[in-house]
């Protein structure tokens, strides 16, 4: 009896032990993948602050489904204002260093070498030409964001932490300027039309589309893309449960101020690169 039960006890010992070690594999991949992933040695782009930036971007955003196959980010190229830099074509889970690439504001890629590059990077392009303080730019296709593009439900903020987002999110119809099209924002004039309509606000939702988002900085850029997620899937909850209360302009500016500070923003930058296993 003593004999089976000893049996018993090291056949648990044991499962517990290789259970233990695949855990600690697994937590070690994350962090094992974002070195490799952070080094710019075959890289186009040198080892600046905000390129690093910009791969941990990419897999944030990932991470936190705000992207899926389809999306990316840019950030204005802190050596020429004029030029920003963003992946090839290539899903943001998967972009490294050797993936970035220099624009202009055009769209124009300053070094292509065969490479295939993202068929919206207009998007970024005309954003930037437009609007000389934003630094950064987020296209997505969020899908908790999608039915706010095609109904008269307007996307405003009702948590703080999505005051971020802004007071006002127009709604760009690319049919209005274009006719029918494949939804695709392709050519600058498009993206231009498209900055139009942001105008001074931080997002600006694209009819059956997706939404662009932009920030002073990448880390204002994605943190504000995660929230507008957020904020659209507690709006689509509470529809359950009643109309939802929007903050009010005083409420979106003093919670954006506490959002942006230095108390919170690096915090929050912090956290979302470790959940989604990234260093910068």
């Known amino acids: 009896m003593s004999s089976s039960v000893d049996l018993t006890r090291r056949r648990i010992v044991l499962a517990g032990a290789a259970f233990a070690g695949l855990a600690g594999l697994a937590a070690s991949v994350p962090r094992a993948q974002a070195q490799q992933l952070i080094s710019f040695d075959k890289s186009d782009v040198p080892d600046l602050p905000e390129f690093r930036k910009l791969i941990a971007a990419n897999r944030i955003l990932a991470f936190e489904n705000v992207v899926d196959a389809f999306g990316h980010v840019s950030v204005r190229d802190p050596r020429n204002p004029a030029n920003f830099v963003m992946s090839r074509s290539r899903s943001p889970a998967l972009v490294e260093p050797a993936d970035l690439m220099v624009f202009d504001l055009k769209g124009n890629p300053l070094d ?3 490479r295939t590059v ?12 437009a609007r000389p303080e934003v630094n950064s730019v987020v296209h997505s296709h969020t899908y908790s964001v999608l039915p706010f593009t095609i109904t008269n439900v ?14 006002e999110i127009p709604v760009w119809d690319i049919r209005t300027d274009f006719g029918d099209t494949d939804m695709l924002v392709r050519s600058i004039e498009q993206g231009a039309s498209l900055a139009r309509k942001l105008a001074n606000n931080t997002c600006v939702l694209m009819r059956g589309h997706g939404v662009a988002v932009v920030g002073a900085g990448i880390e204002r850029a994605v943190l504000t ?6 904020n659209a899937d507690v709006i689509l909850q ?5 109309e939802s209360k929007a903050l009010s302009d005083a409420e979106i500016q003093l ?6 500070s230095d108390l919170a ?8 690169c470790s959940r989604a296993g990234v260093e910068f």
């Open 238 to 242: 509470a529809r359950a449960l009643g």
């Open 154 to 167: 307007p996307l405003r903020p009702v948590v703080h932490a999505a005051s971020v987002i802004g007071a």
């Open 255 to 260: 919670a954006t101020s506490a959002q942006f």
């Open 112 to 114: 292509l070498r065969g």
């Open 118 to 129: 993202y068929g919206e990077r207009m998007i970024h392009a005309a954003i930037y030409a």
């Open 265 to 272: 923003l690096p915090r929050a930058w912090e956290y979302f």
């Open 225 to 230: 893309a995660i929230y507008l997620k957020i």
